[in-house]
């Protein structure tokens, strides 16, 4: 059965601390990882992986994929208190257009 | 250019009652789904379509219904309302089977207590 894990299920630090955090999967025939973030309404897309060792980076934000080892991981640099959200993982396995998600993380960040 | 609409925003139902989540694309998306989320759970997919007049199951589609009868609308009917359907649901959309910035795009979600 496919499945996707995240972990921590959840973490608080301060402003300023860097965070990782992790996404483990088995999915028959992957096809991409995303990361998405979600405060209080709908999950909004941040990365998009497909092939392994490649960052993909946005301001504070990178993540990065290993598919030898199925994992990822999302990196949050000079954390901010805007950055306190759930932060999701799904896995698209191929010839499908179901996302499969994890738990989920949930950051706070404190002042 | 709206994206995804879902109404209502928010519901109480009553035990054993009925209703539809209405959900509407105006992306010309083939690809349509509904999540439920739980606290801790991340999204779980109820049921999904992949072009008007094809649906298929998810990982927890009982007590659950929808139909894709134009390719915009896809509605999620809830027969017989009971407390484990308490959730957040959210509707989606996408073009490619998932992928992309812009491959899936969710709507704002509707929060349903069932009491």
């Known amino acids: 059965e496919d499945k996707v894990v995240q972990s921590p299920l959840s973490l608080v630090v301060h402003e300023g601390d860097t965070v990782t955090l992790n996404c483990s999967y088995e999915?028959?025939?992957?096809?991409?990882l995303l990361w998405y973030k979600q405060e209080k309404k709908a999950p909004t897309f941040l990365f998009m992986l497909?092939?392994?060792?490649i960052e993909k980076k946005s301001g504070r934000l990178s993540s990065i994929l290993d598919k030898k080892e199925l994992f990822s991981i999302l990196n949050i640099t000079a954390t901010q208190t805007g950055d306190s959200a759930i932060y999701l993982c799904?896995?698209?396995?191929?010839?499908?257009?179901?996302?499969?998600f994890g738990q989920g993380t949930t950051l706070q960040v404190k002042p | 250019n709206a994206g995804v609409t879902q109404t209502p925003k928010f519901r109480i139902l009553k035990i054993g009652q009925s209703m539809t989540l209405q959900c509407t694309q105006d992306?010309?998306?083939?690809?349509m789904y509904w999540y439920r989320q739980d606290p801790g759970m991340g999204l779980k997919l109820i049921y999904y379509?992949?072009?008007?007049?094809?649906?298929d199951k998810g990982e927890v589609p009982n007590g659950y219904n929808v139909s894709r009868s134009t390719t915009e609308d896809f509605p999620l009917r809830l027969e017989l309302a009971a407390p484990s359907q308490t959730s957040v649901y959210f509707c989606?959309?996408?073009?490619?089977?998932?992928?992309?910035?812009?491959?899936?795009?969710f709507g704002s979600g509707t929060r349903l207590t069932v009491v």
């Open positions: 799904a896995v698209a396995p191929s010839n499908t257009g179901k996302l499969i």
């Open positions: 992306m010309n998306h083939n690809y």
């Open positions: 497909t092939s392994s060792g």
């Open positions: 989606a959309s996408s073009y490619l089977k998932g992928q992309g910035a812009d491959g899936y795009t």
């Open positions: 379509s992949v072009g008007a007049g094809i649906t």
């Open positions: 999915v028959t025939n992957f096809r991409s």
